[in-house]
């Protein structure tokens, strides 16, 4: 599978399906965490100015860092974390959320992680870790959504 394939397309509900379709190719986890790994290596670097407190995402394990940018009609999100894996998590949040609309991001749920079964193999640790994400993103859209920062 190429790992390049993952470009934002569509709306964030055809990105959820292209994501689906692309993990029902690997019969085992350890194809589809092979995967998350290899797509998380080409997830862009992020400044290191950018590597900070304000940008940290609490509630993760791993170091992760997830920056906004953008307005209400289409937010761009950056991310980055020290962990492999974690990396390609990002790199399907990312690829569903980043570059829509503030209220698109706030009105999409994350059903990519049950249609590929991410919720039951994902440790307790990395599961609370990307619903943290998930929730920091999402206050981030609401927030430019209701005329914030």
């Not at 390049?4 to 986890?29: H, K, L, P, S, V």
């Not at 992020?46 to 940008?55: C, F, G, N, R, S």
């Not at 749920?109 to 249609?115: H, K, M, S, Y």
Request: aromatic share 8%; net charge negative.
């Amino acid at each position: 599978m190429d790992a390049t394939a993952t470009t934002t397309t569509g709306d964030a509900a055809q990105a959820q399906r292209d994501i689906a379709e692309e993990f029902a190719y690997f019969t085992d986890w350890s194809e589809r965490y092979q995967y998350l790994i290899d797509i998380g290596r080409e997830l862009p670097p992020l400044a290191d100015q950018y590597k900070v407190e304000e940008w940290r995402v609490q509630g993760c394990q791993s170091m992760v860092w997830l920056v906004p940018s953008g307005n209400a009609q289409c937010m761009h999100f950056e991310a980055t974390s020290d962990s492999a894996i974690v990396s390609g998590l990002l790199r399907l949040v990312l690829r569903v959320y980043s570059d829509r609309s503030a209220a698109e991001i706030v009105a999409t749920e994350p059903e990519f992680i049950q249609a590929i079964g991410l919720a039951k193999h994902l440790s307790p640790t990395r599961s609370n870790g990307l619903a943290s994400t998930l929730k920091k993103l999402k206050g981030y859209a609401a927030a430019v959504a209701a005329g914030g920062k």
